[in-house]
């Protein structure tokens, strides 16, 4: 079975600081892999995805991540935080075969900036 | 990107009423619609998987007839929480998939808050 495991439900960084979010996965068959952020009292949007293709996948506001099959991980990061970069990060994975898909979401990452 | 919109994004019921939460994805053709529940400072739940033309999918521990799920087309799903009460209240989020395979992105509405007295 799919999962996703995100390491800490907080993460306080300064402005301009690195941003390291934390994503572990363990799947059987290689993995399709999500990073969405949420904005208070709003839906998901999608960062970025991996889909087997390139191991670093860039994704929109700055943020990247890479794949690695070695560590089962696929952490989150952008180089500089902004102010607009606080919100809840969530980690997913596809689960589930021809007869139907679904993503299987982390528990969330909230990222604190402080000015 | 696709863009799904969720009505109405605040509801406040009576207990023992019921309550419709519609999604609608304005750009595309949606045959899979995902229904989750996301209670404060917690991940979402996967409540149901919505099939156009066919029953939906419920995730073990959802009731399906406290949950009542429609697909009647390609571009609207609804949520009916049935004889609603104080536990029901939550923050629930649709999303759908232009593509119904594996790599398939989620597209989100902007989720439901509901409140019930």
């Known amino acids: 079975a799919q999962s996703v495991t995100q390491l800490g439900s907080h993460v306080s960084v300064s402005e301009g600081a690195l941003v390291l979010l934390r994503c572990n996965y363990s799947?059987?068959?290689?993995?399709?892999l999500f990073w969405y952020v949420q904005y208070p009292n709003q839906g998901l949007q999608l960062l970025l995805k991996y889909t087997s293709a390139a191991t670093l996948v860039k994704g929109i506001n700055g943020f990247e991540a890479e794949f690695k099959k070695s560590e089962t991980s696929f952490h989150l990061t952008k180089p500089s935080a902004h102010m607009s970069d606080a919100a809840e990060y969530f980690c997913?994975?596809?689960?589930?075969?021809?007869?139907?898909?679904?993503?299987?979401f982390g528990a969330g990452t909230r990222l604190f900036v402080k000015a | 990107g696709a863009v799904v919109s969720q009505h109405p994004s605040r509801v406040i019921c009576k207990s023992g009423t019921s309550v419709k939460i519609e999604c609608r994805s304005l750009?595309?053709?949606?045959?899979?619609m995902f229904w989750y529940r996301q209670f404060p400072k917690q991940s979402l739940m996967l409540m149901a998987t919505s099939n156009e033309g066919s029953k939906a999918t419920y995730e073990q521990g959802v009731e399906k007839d406290k949950f009542l799920i429609n697909h009647a087309s390609l571009t609207l799903s609804t949520l009916t929480v049935t004889s609603a009460h104080p536990e029901d209240s939550s923050f629930y989020i649709c999303?759908?998939?232009?593509?119904?395979?594996?790599?398939?992105?989620?597209?989100f509405g902007e989720g439901s808050r509901l409140t019930v007295l």
């Open positions: 799947s059987s068959v290689p993995p399709y």
């Open positions: 999303s759908a998939t232009p593509g119904g395979g594996r790599g398939g992105e989620l597209f």
């Open positions: 750009d595309f053709q949606a045959t899979t």
């Open positions: 997913a994975v596809i689960a589930g075969n021809t007869g139907g898909f679904k993503t299987i």
